[in-house]
T-cell receptor
Framework: GENVEQHPSTLSVQEGDSAVIKCTYS??????FPWYKQELGKRPQLIID?????GEKKDQRIAVTLNKTAKHFSLHITETQPEDSAVYFC??????????????FGTGTRLLVSP | GAVVSQHPSWVICKSGTSVKIECRSL??????MFWYRQFPKQSLMLMAT?????????EQGVEKDKFLINHASLTLSTLTVTSAHPEDSSFYIC???????????FGPGTRLTVL
C-alpha cells in the first residue's frame, strides 16, 4: 500500500522567513496530494492541494510543488507569521470514477514561527 | 464550505463500557466517510472507510468487532468503541467526502478517555 514520508518533523523559523516541508510517496498511482494544517486539539484544515496533472499551485503565501517522476511534493510558506505555527500534514490519495479514495497521511511537521 | 460535525466532543468512560461517536455531514450528502484515530503528537491513522448502505472496510490491524461502524444514512456514520480499555484513549476524527469538489472535510474530533 501507499507510504508517505514527511520531513522535517519540526521546523523553527523567524517571522518573515520561508518554510519548506517535503513529502515523498511510494505509490505511483496516487494522484491527489492535499496539505492540512492542524492546531492543537482541533480538526485538520485543508490549506492547499494539488492533483497530478499540474506541477505547481499557489495560493497567496502558500504554494505546493509536485514532482511525479521523483514521487515527492513540497509545501512552501513565504513571509511566515506567528499564526502559521501549527502541525502540518501532507497526504496522498488515488482517484477514480467514484472520487478520491482514502488518504494516507505523512507523519507531520511541527512548525514554530517566532516573532 | 462543507461542514462536518461530531458528537460528543469529549467523553470519559469506565473500562469495559461502550462508547458511540456520531459523525454528520450537515450540508451535503456523503456516501463515504472515514474514521481516523490520532494519538498525542502523532499523525492521523485511518481506521476504516464507511460506505452508506454497506459494510465498512477496515484497515489492517483494526478489529472490526471492537470498532463497530454503521453508516445508515447519507449524512450519518457512527463509530462504537466496544468494551473500551485505557489503550483506546485517543482523539477520534471522522471525515466525509464532499461529492462535488471531491474534498474530504473533517469533523472536530472526539477525545475519548477510558479510565
Amino acid at each position: 500500500g501507499e507510504n508517505v514520508e514527511q520531513h522535517p518533523s519540526t521546523l523553527s523559523v523567524q517571522e518573515g522567513d520561508s518554510a519548506v516541508i517535503k513529502c515523498t510517496y511510494s505509490d505511483s498511482a496516487s494522484n491527489y496530494f492535499p496539505w492540512y494544517k492542524q492546531e492543537l486539539g482541533k480538526r485538520p484544515q485543508l490549506i492547499i492541494d494539488i492533483r497530478s496533472n499540474v506541477g505547481e499551485k499557489k495560493d497567496q503565501r502558500i504554494a505546493v510543488t509536485l514532482n511525479k517522476t521523483a514521487k515527492h511534493f513540497s509545501l512552501h510558506i513565504t513571509e511566515t507569521q506567528p499564526e502559521d505555527s501549527a502541525v502540518y500534514f501532507c497526504a496522498a490519495s488515488k482517484g477514480g470514477n467514484t472520487g478520491f479514495q482514502k488518504l494516507v497521511f505523512g507523519t507531520g511537521t511541527r512548525l514554530l514561527v517566532s516573532p | 464550505g462543507a461542514v462536518v460535525s461530531q458528537h460528543p466532543s469529549w467523553v470519559i468512560c469506565k473500562s469495559g463500557t461502550s462508547v458511540k461517536i456520531e459523525c454528520r455531514s450537515l450540508d451535503f450528502q456523503a456516501t463515504t466517510m472515514f474514521w481516523y484515530r490520532q494519538f498525542p503528537k502523532q499523525s492521523l491513522m485511518l481506521m476504516a472507510t464507511s460506505n452508506e448502505g454497506s459494510k465498512a472496510t477496515y484497515e489492517q490491524g483494526v478489529e472490526k468487532d471492537k470498532f463497530l461502524i454503521n453508516h445508515a444514512s447519507l449524512t450519518l456514520s457512527t463509530l462504537t468503541v466496544t468494551s473500551a480499555h485505557p489503550e483506546d484513549s485517543s482523539f477520534y476524527i471522522c471525515s466525509a467526502r464532499e461529492p462535488v469538489y471531491n474534498e474530504q472535510f473533517f469533523g472536530p474530533g472526539t477525545r475519548l478517555t477510558v479510565l
